[in-house]
């Protein structure tokens, strides 16, 4: 009867952990296992939401005494945050101490997002010297002299239609700017920034979205012709920045990587989506530099009325 009456104890505990803590391990285990196959990425996604959700249980099982699910808790918590680290700190170059700075705006403002009031606030909050702006409504283009006072310099994609309206990508810029190049079977432009750094080439990016909401190669596909697209061009200080529609190190970062050389900043708080509390978000909207850039800076920014949360990055030269 003892025997049984601790079964009996103990099954509400073990099913709380089961539920409770199951998905977040089975994310972070999808994550450290590398595997590209798309359920795997799918999962991989999460990673860094998971460390918070089973950091959150685990404090709810110690204020309950539960001290099986607290250990277990514990222990699947830091396997979320082994999985999520490279998002939140990736290996990065050292700066260069008195070296000028370049702040970075990237955001997709979402194309049914007519919002001119809050994109103008959120870009002055920020207070950057080049904005990236993707999927900019035709509400908000038209705006542009109200949104961007302080950006004499802009250059704009031609208007797409895009879930029904009209879309274009905008950068702007304090500096001087060379005409928008459009990079072949993408929505990815190309600039070239002249910053008290030197020139910079600045790509703004905008990558499908993963199976199973898109065809399955799709996203891969786009990933490697864009790293393509950099690998011909002359090595050069370059930043990419905009929506890819994946975290860092899940298989569409580590593709980019690979291809490119290119290293990522942090992307933990999330961006995705807007809605949630930035710790419960997914870091999908992502910036990569060249590595004689160092990212000294990066946070999410003001709410500009998208379900993306913009990104403010803030580079500079990198240390012999």
């Not at 991989?44 to 950091?55: C, D, N, R, Y």
């Not at 997002?113 to 999927?135: F, Y």
């Not at 993408?186 to 199976?211: D, E, F, I, N, Y």
């Not at 909401?213 to 930043?239: C, F, H, M, N």
Request: proline residues 8%; contains cysteine.
């Amino acid at each position: 009867m003892t025997r049984f009456r601790l079964l009996a104890q103990a099954w509400p505990q073990v099913l709380a952990i089961m539920v409770l803590l199951g998905p977040p391990a089975g994310i972070a285990a999808a994550d450290l296992s590398g595997a590209g196959h798309r359920w795997f990425d799918l999962a991989a996604q999460f990673s860094a939401p998971a460390t918070v959700a089973a950091l959150a249980v685990t404090v709810a099982f110690a204020l309950t005494r539960l001290r099986v699910a607290v250990l277990v808790g514990a222990m699947v918590t830091s396997v979320c945050a082994l999985a999520a680290v490279p998002q939140a700190f990736p290996e990065t170059s050292p700066a260069e101490a008195a070296a000028p700075k370049i702040r970075l705006y990237s955001a997709n403002l979402h194309v049914r997002n007519d919002d001119v009031a809050a994109i103008g606030r959120s870009i002055e909050k920020a207070d950057a010297d080049v904005v990236i702006l993707i999927e900019t409504s035709d509400a908000a283009y038209e705006a542009l002299d109200a949104i961007l006072p302080a950006f004499p310099h802009r250059v704009a994609s031609p208007r797409i239609d895009w879930l029904g309206r009209g879309a274009r990508t905008v950068i702007a810029s304090r500096w001087m700017l060379e005409p928008l190049r459009e990079e072949p079977g993408l929505h990815a432009q190309t600039t070239v920034v002249s910053t008290p750094l030197g020139p910079v080439r600045v790509t703004a990016a905008h990558l499908t979205r993963p199976w199973p909401y898109q065809v399955q190669w799709e996203q891969i596909r786009q990933t490697e012709a864009l790293a393509r697209a950099v690998a011909a061009e002359p090595a050069a200080s370059r930043v990419i920045a905009g929506d890819f529609n994946s975290v860092t190190d899940a298989r569409i970062g580590r593709l980019f990587a690979e291809r490119t050389g290119l290293t990522p900043a942090p992307a933990f708080p999330g961006t995705w989506p807007s809605r949630l509390p930035a710790a419960l978000g997914i870091g999908i909207d992502n910036v990569w530099t060249s590595r004689d850039l160092s990212v000294i800076e990066r946070h999410v920014g003001r709410r500009n009325g998208s379900d993306h949360r913009p990104v403010i990055t803030v580079l500079t030269r990198a240390r012999d």
